[in-house]
């Protein structure tokens, strides 16, 4: 249904669909089950190479509060469910874009609440979440309004960065004080992108908001179907035509801090003695009362050499951009994707054993096995997953040097 | 007492590079062949210590990795038993295993482009697909924990440093540590290896006393090391290093869309291809500030 947009699967031919699974010798259908989730993982993997993605993305994350969020289709029930892979989407969210910003908007009675600010620390947004599932779902949801609301900031940051807005939306229907077509025409002159992921069913306006904005929009088959969906919005998007491209200014603060055990002053450190002395970082001066925030320790901005206990921040002095280089290295597999290793037969193979993992192939459980196309190494199905799903790094292609 | 295997997968830098120079010099350092020695009497002592205890030995060159023990051909792990008799033959095998595998790997290096740096990062990702398939092995209910070692000698190689990171970053969310030790200068990469992922980091003051350091710090996993006096932790330096002229940088300019890192303004991204505008780079910078004063005063 996502791939075609004109047509439904209803209206689409009748298809034999259980011809597909063939039963074998023994009449179970586990093999035929297994290849075709093989293929499937397989082809979720495949990426496209060298495209250019949105890497700094500030996302406003709408989540409906009405009435149709009491329903109980998903277990516990709407509020409950998706609150948590919302929570589970936030840490996902922050391990592919490491630099960038998430806020959280709740719309119900009609109106919108700003639950939290674009900001980039995990942890305090998954904390505020926490508390919505104690909140009561009345009435019914603004779409306009929580537009208009992330409208508001969006329009605001940088034109490097890509500006997205995420619905949640358990309603049918949308209460707003105006026209929406006219807040949707804004949104697209502003280039914010818009996507809906629907818990009931589909409707016709939150396709129309993503299609004008080129957003995602996905209705939920059931829970899992739905933790899919947010993972795929949990990845950068590939940028949009107008998009700009800028250099950001970055600081690279250092750690700087007395050991715990024994008072002796670490050695790396050359700098004078004004740093070592217990003080308050900057992240935490806010809060007042507690000792939170109050150490020898922490990240020191180089340029007005304020002090935070957290990476990455803004410097809120001279609001530099503060990250360690482990961050940014975090997403670089987005841009040097690996290529997909081709499916060869195993007496095409000269290497008996997969290169990875060392496991000496067998006739029976391997009639495939997976060729890397630059090193011609020869991979079992377990290791290609996980060199394309989790390392990013073809161990044979190392010899070769960085991959270009 | 839990019966949870305890798998430790060692890599060892096998590349001659740093040795080269101490064939000639006087018995006082640590030459080729007491280091592999040290690692056998190490890998043993690890195998008798617990027996839930199992090893792997990767060795590495300057550009060929190979799986040392257990043997590639023979698959089949060979369990240790409690009796004496028995568990001095699990350790003959070992001794005979590594030896047999050692001399034919070190015989078929190639001689002709010794590199100072080694296959590290490959034995690495090799060691993590690894450990990714025993970990799919696993029977439900079974409890067994992870570890890699890896003892360097030669410098790091900048080129390995995306690479190196990936496999780190891996490591990390299949909660296996990654302990290093390195007899050479300090390792940047291999500190921040450790520091991710919470292992322990040594760069061993004295080459002669390998052995004592190997056994003082990574014979024992996790809950021992709470109970041991442990080598005080230095901060590890995250700076990166410039994509332009590869020199540690404090404040840098960062692609927004590839996040390449540079440590100057240039015109032209050298990773995407994107065009800056310079001008741009002023208004981006005001809009933050304008948008952050706004916030405020509302
Ligand atoms: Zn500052
Ligand atoms: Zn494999
Ligand atoms: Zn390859
Ligand atoms: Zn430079
Ligand atoms: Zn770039």
Redesign the pocket.
């Known amino acids: 249904m996502d791939d075609n947009d004109d047509q439904y699967r209803w209206e689409s031919g009748y298809e034999r669909t259980w011809e597909v699974i063939q039963e074998d010798e023994s009449g179970s259908i586990t093999a035929t089950v297994n290849a075709i989730n093989q293929k499937n993982r397989r082809k979720e993997l495949a990426q496209l190479p060298n495209v250019r993605l949105g890497m700094m993305r500030h996302l406003y994350l709408v989540l409906d509060m009405s009435d149709a969020m009491k329903d109980q289709d998903l277990r516990p029930n709407r509020l409950f469910c998706s609150i948590e892979l919302l929570k589970e989407f936030i840490f996902l969210y922050f391990d592919s874009n490491p630099i960038s910003q998430i806020g959280i908007i709740i719309t119900r009675k009609k109106r919108t609440e700003k639950i939290s600010e674009l900001a980039g620390n995990p942890r305090s947004h998954v904390a505020l979440l926490e508390q919505l599932k104690y909140q009561e779902c009345e009435g019914e949801a603004s779409i306009q309004n929580a537009l208009e609301m992330g409208l508001q900031t969006l329009k605001h940051m940088p034109k490097y960065s890509s500006r997205e807005m995420l619905f949640v939306l358990g309603c049918l229907t949308t209460c707003d004080p105006g026209n929406i077509s006219q807040t949707i025409k804004i949104c697209k002159e502003n280039e914010i992108r818009c996507s809906v992921i629907s818990l009931s069913a589909e409707v016709r306006i939150f396709r129309k908001l993503c299609v004008d904005t080129k957003g995602l929009y996905h209705v939920i088959v059931d829970s899992s179907h739905f933790q899919e969906l947010l993972q795929i919005h949990s990845r950068p998007l590939p940028a949009l035509d107008k998009f700009e491209s800028s250099l950001v200014r970055m600081g690279f603060p250092k750690y700087r801090t007395y050991t715990t055990s024994n008072a002796n002053i670490s050695s790396t450190t050359t700098s004078s003695t004004k740093h070592e002395k217990a003080s308050m970082c900057m992240c935490h001066l806010e809060q007042r009362g507690g000792t939170n925030g109050f150490s020898i320790g922490g990240y020191f901005c180089p340029t007005c050499e304020s002090k935070y206990c957290e990476l990455p921040t803004e410097c809120s002095i001279c609001h530099l951009t503060l990250v360690s280089a482990p961050h940014l290295a975090r997403s670089y597999h987005f841009l040097f994707p690996i290529e997909q290793f081709i499916e060869i037969t195993l007496d095409k193979s000269i290497s008996k054993k997969c290169f990875a993992c060392q496991h000496i192939f067998d006739e029976q459980k391997h009639k495939n096995i997976y060729q890397c196309t630059s090193c011609k190494n020869v991979f079992c199905f377990e290791c290609d997953l996980f060199i394309h799903g989790t390392i990013f790094t073809c161990p044979g292609c190392i010899r070769y040097g960085q991959l270009k | 007492m839990s019966s949870s295997i305890k798998h430790l997968v060692v890599i060892i830098d096998l590349n001659p590079f740093y040795w080269s120079d101490k064939i000639s010099s006087t018995t006082t350092t640590l030459n080729f062949k007491q280091y592999l020695k040290i690692i056998i009497q190490f890998c043993n002592a690890y195998i008798a210590f617990d027996i839930n205890h199992r090893l792997t030995i990767i060795g590495c060159s300057n550009n060929e990795t190979c799986f040392l023990y257990p043997d590639p051909t023979n698959e089949s792990l060979i369990i240790p038993t409690v009796t004496k008799t028995n568990l001095f033959e699990q350790l003959f095998v070992i001794d005979r295993v590594v030896e047999n595998n050692l001399k034919e790997f070190i015989e078929n290096l190639s001689p002709q482009h010794i590199s100072s740096g080694s296959m590290i990062t490959m034995a690495l990702t090799q060691a993590l697909c690894y450990i990714n398939r025993l970990i799919r092995d696993t029977l439900p209910g079974e409890k067994n924990s992870f570890r890699i070692l890896i003892i360097q000698t030669t410098t790091d190689t900048s080129k390995q440093y995306m690479n190196f990171m990936n496999a780190v970053f891996t490591s990390e969310k299949i909660n296996v540590p990654i302990d290093g030790c390195i007899l050479n200068n300090d390792s940047s990469l291999l500190q921040q290896a450790c520091d991710l992922t919470s292992g322990i980091y040594l760069r061993v003051p004295d080459p002669n006393g390998l052995l004592q350091y190997l056994l003082w710090l990574y014979l024992t996993d996790k809950e021992v090391r709470k109970m041991l006096a442990l080598p005080t932790k230095v901060a590890v330096d995250y700076r990166p290093a ?4 590869h ?1 540690l940088i404090d404040t840098g300019y960062v692609c927004s869309v590839c996040l390449s890192i ?3 303004n240039t015109s032209t991204c050298s990773t995407c291809r994107s065009a800056f505008d310079i001008n741009n780079q002023s208004i981006s910078t005001s809009n933050g500030i304008t948008d952050s004063s706004r916030r405020q005063i509302r």
């Open positions: 410039c994509f332009c002229h020199k540079y440590c100057d």
